[in-house]
């Protein structure tokens, strides 16, 4: 038997001989999924010796990060504004700039919410889960990704208040609410060989490129948003870094007003936010 420190050692040659960035936080992470302790506590027991079950499942998920899969498809979830969703290959990993969306909904009351492009359901699922008495639906194209969000939806209770619609964008929905958001697929088809090995042979295409030129999605969904919003309701987009001037001047030639770029940490655009008018 061998001390978790010595595994550790190895788990992080392993993957940075696999030119995984960040080898060490990661093997750290896998360590502790392996001998089934919390993250935080790893270092407690890095002295201890391994049981041969908890190094053969390290070696395991070692071997498939090696591959370049990513941390989340192992452990099956991802954290997103302080909750656990259920990620797999079928949806998007919800990003920390995403979170950026939600701030910027949560600045204001809502109580009815559109998410358009739903995946995890993580952005549709924290807003209602940070409203009290919201309701919301999710709607995504793929089939699989429904079925992840709605699991989502389950795992923090708000099936309820949460429903979940096969479809493409706005097509078959019926009513009007205050808030519409979406983080569609922006990357351009030329972008897509830029990608990491983790984004572009793991997670869905269908999630990250419209296969034409980036702003399609924002095209049509801007274009149909004014018959599914009340009067001053508001749409908020997550955009790429340099969409933020296409897309606040499709709001602008749609109608919409109060339109304003938001930056994320690092003074990238990242948020679009727009106001139908009365
Ligand atoms: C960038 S992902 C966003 C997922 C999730 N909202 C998030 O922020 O992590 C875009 C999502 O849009 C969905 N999608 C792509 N085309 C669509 C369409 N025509 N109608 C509805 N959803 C679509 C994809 O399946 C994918 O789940």
């Known amino acids: 038997m061998t001390t978790g420190s010595v595994l550790l050692a190895k788990g992080v040659r392993q993957l940075t001989d696999a030119g995984v960035p960040n080898a060490p ?40 990060r090696a591959a370049r899969e990513p941390v989340s498809h192992i452990l099956g979830y991802r954290e997103f ?13 919800p990003r920390p700039e995403t979170e950026i969306l939600i701030e910027v909904a949560l600045q204001q009351p809502y109580g009815g919410v559109i998410d358009l492009g739903t995946g995890s359901g993580c952005i549709l699922l924290t807003l209602l889960a940070e409203t009290e008495g919201a309701q919301g639906i999710g709607i995504d194209l793929s089939e699989d990704a429904c079925l992840i969000a709605e699991q989502n939806a389950i795992a923090l209770g708000l099936e309820h208040r949460a429903a979940v619609l096969r479809s493409s964008w706005f097509d078959g929905l019926q009513g009007q609410v205050d808030l519409i958001v979406s983080n569609p697929p922006y990357i351009a088809p030329v972008e897509m060989s830029d990608l990491s090995p983790e984004v572009h042979d793991f997670e869905p295409h269908m ?20 018959d599914y919003l009340v009067a001053e309701g508001r749409i ?30 690092d003074g990238r655009d990242r948020v679009v936010c727009a106001v139908k008018p009365s």
Do not use: C, M, W
């Open 25 to 64: 936080r990661d093997a750290r992470r896998l360590l502790a999924h392996a001998t089934g302790v919390d993250a935080g506590r790893l270092t407690l027991i890095l002295p201890e010796e391994v049981t041969e079950a908890a190094e053969a499942r390290f070696a395991a998920v070692l071997q498939r």
């Open 81 to 93: 504004y302080g909750r656990k969703f259920k990620v797999n290959r079928h949806v998007l990993d």
């Open 207 to 226: 999630a990250l490129t419209d296969g034409v030129d980036g702003l399609s999605a924002y095209r049509e969904i801007v274009a149909r948003a004014p």
């Open 236 to 265: 908020i987009f997550e955009i790429g870094p340099t969409q933020g001037a296409p897309v606040s001047q499709l709001l602008t030639a749609a109608g919409f007003g109060q339109v304003q770029v938001i930056q994320d940490l």
